[in-house]
């Protein structure tokens, strides 16, 4: 696609963005979606988490939420990043063991909210970053990381696991990430088919067997 059509389509995501299931009570869409409140309380989200410096918590009185103070340019401190993404990591696996219904989000719905679902995958679910990255794609195959959220989540899984499921990716091999893998063991990830299946599995399961799985 040519910018001037990637970028058409990106303002159409925006428009229209629905509430997208990441996994059993995990949403995760755009602001648009974000500030309409009805369409919120009808898919019975409890919690949000804002990935924005300046996006107002619109409803607190309905709604319980975490602030990502992180934004979608590319100088983002990495430091910065991981204290906020390891908070949102966390936050979403507690809402969801209080039986919450969690939405993350950001200003566009494809760069913070997308790096802070990654960090809760790769962290809380033991998903390696390649399939991990491979599930939200097929949610939002405009799915497109800033530079320094890019490094950030490549990084951060190799601080989680002290190996890398990444090798030549043309969205998620930095320059820097390529410098550094040379110094990390590479291990196979499981295929997408088993990930995606035991994600979309929750969806159906009853609550108690839900709560163990995410636990």
Known sequence: LSRGLGDV????????????????????????T?????ELIKAGITHIVNCSQNIPNRFPRQFVYCRV???GGSKARQNILYEEYCMAAAFIKDALEL???VLVTCATGYDSSACALLAYLIKVREMPLAPAYKVLKVQEPLLELSRSNT???TLFEIECYKATSIRKHKDLATPVFTLVRQYVPWEQPGGLGSYYAFGLSLIHISEPTRQEAIS
């Open 9 to 32: 389509y990106k303002r159409q995501f925006q428009m229209d963005n629905p509430l997208k299931i990441v996994s059993a009570d995990l949403y995760w869409a755009g602001d648009r």
């Open 34 to 38: 974000a500030r309409d409140k009805n």
């Open 69 to 71: 103070r992180v934004s």
């Open 99 to 101: 039986g919450g219904r």
């Open 151 to 153: 490094l950030f989540i």
